[in-house]
């Protein structure tokens, strides 16, 4: 499958913890964005990475962080979790540096407990 | 700072009436509008950009800037039309996304 892919699917976890998703962006796509999809703020932008570099910051809280490595695959860090942290987190990635066409990977959805 | 607004959670039709969803922004900049879609189960996929002007599978959308609407339209709905479509507004040198809340729309047979 060339298309964008998450690990894992799915992760529960206890408020406190930390965890780490992961994304592997399309073949050839240097660009790589996480949203964060919750049922009271809906789809939000969290932050961009372009060929390893951060470029953008959205609404994301300073318990997340994030990095893109060398191989183009990026990791979004989520510590200190509290039970609002609970959503599907959702990576895109695209060819440019800017651009609104983003192919989406399938989510991790994230249970804190 | 940038807003996207679709007033219709939800949204259901007859196939082979026509359908309209409905996307309002406000934007300060020069607007990048989108629609995506996700299908039952499957991952949020791009259906149209204003900058292109196409139609996709019967859809098409005009951006029209003295109302600031991207509305999608189709003059007859099908079953596999039945989806979540959100209408998302390009910014900042990323181009990141902002999405609004979502139409689910059911087409019935």
């Known amino acids: 499958d060339s298309g964008v892919t998450q690990t894992p699917k799915h992760l529960i976890t206890a408020t406190g913890q930390r965890v780490t998703l992961r994304c592997s962006p399309r073949?050839?796509?240097?660009?790589v964005y996480w949203y964060q999809q919750s049922l009271d703020q809906g789809l939000q932008f969290l932050i961009q990475?372009?060929?390893?570099?951060?470029?953008a910051k959205g609404n994301i809280l300073e318990r997340f962080s994030a990095q893109q490595f060398p191989d183009l695959h990026s990791e979004l860090n989520l510590s200190s979790l509290e039970l609002g942290d609970s959503a599907l987190y959702f990576c895109?990635?695209?060819?440019?540096?800017?651009?609104?066409?983003?192919?989406f990977g399938p989510g991790t959805r994230l249970t804190v407990t | 700072a940038q807003r996207v607004t679709q007033p219709e959670k939800l949204l259901s039709v007859f196939k082979g009436a026509p359908v309209e969803l409905k996307c309002n922004y406000s934007?300060?900049?020069?607007?990048?509008l989108f629609w995506y879609v996700q299908y039952s189960r499957q991952r949020l996929q791009l259906l149209l950009r204003?900058?292109s002007r196409e139609s996709i599978k019967g859809f098409t959308a005009d951006l029209n800037k003295g109302e600031t609407s991207f509305h999608l339209k189709k003059p007859f709905a099908q079953e596999e039309d039945s989806a979540m479509y959100y209408c998302a507004l390009g910014s900042g040198s990323a181009r990141q996304l902002t999405f609004g809340s979502g139409t689910q729309l059911t087409v019935l047979p």
């Open positions: 990475y372009y060929n390893g570099e951060e470029r």
């Open positions: 895109a990635s695209s060819p440019r540096q800017g651009a609104g066409e983003q192919y």
């Open positions: 934007y300060s900049g020069s607007p990048e």
């Open positions: 073949s050839g796509d240097l660009s």
């Open positions: 204003h900058i």
